[in-house]
């Protein structure tokens, strides 16, 4: 009676085949010939609360789990959790990124799985906080000059 219809559980990823009758009463009638149809599934949102950030020179860098095969990351920084704002973007097939020199102050990094023909699953955001630089490595220019002495 309805022209939509959900199956009770999760289809595995895969070729499937369906076909369609119409019902009247007791009535059943000719079966359409069967389609084919592929069920591939976006992938989920990465974990990103699992990778520490690490901060060198003001420089980000994350080490996110391999992705599957076939699979890529897309990395973005953004001062916005809704990512409006983007300051710097990047991708990794191998989990490990590096986003360019930041400002210290709370941004937000999000990332998500790529498929090879560009399907993207959702992006999973956290926040995190830049450190400031410390305010000693301009005096480390004046070491040449101690050991002149």
């Keep these: 009676s309805a022209t939509e219809w959900r199956p009770d559980q999760a289809l ?13 009463g007791a009535d059943t009638g000719p079966f359409s010939p069967p389609q084919r149809f592929v069920y591939d599934p976006l992938p989920g949102a990465p974990d990103v609360n699992a990778a520490q950030p690490v901060f060198a020179d003001g420089a980000l860098a994350v080490r996110l789990p391999p992705p599957s095969a076939g699979l890529r990351y897309e990395v973005m920084v953004s001062s916005d959790a809704e990512g409006k704002n983007v300051l710097w973007r990047g991708s990794s097939s ?15 990094l999000a990332a998500r799985l790529v498929e090879a023909d560009g399907a993207a ?9 830049v450190p400031p ?16 002495l």
């Design 121 to 129: 699953g959702p992006y999973a955001v956290r926040r995190i906080d």
């Design 94 to 108: 191998d989990g490990a990124v590096r986003a360019a020199p930041l400002e210290p102050k709370s941004l937000y």
């Design 12 to 24: 595995d990823p895969g070729a499937w085949y369906w076909r369609v009758a119409s019902v009247a």
């Design 133 to 148: 630089r410390p305010r000693w490595e301009p005096l480390l220019l004046l070491l040449p000059l101690l050991f002149a």
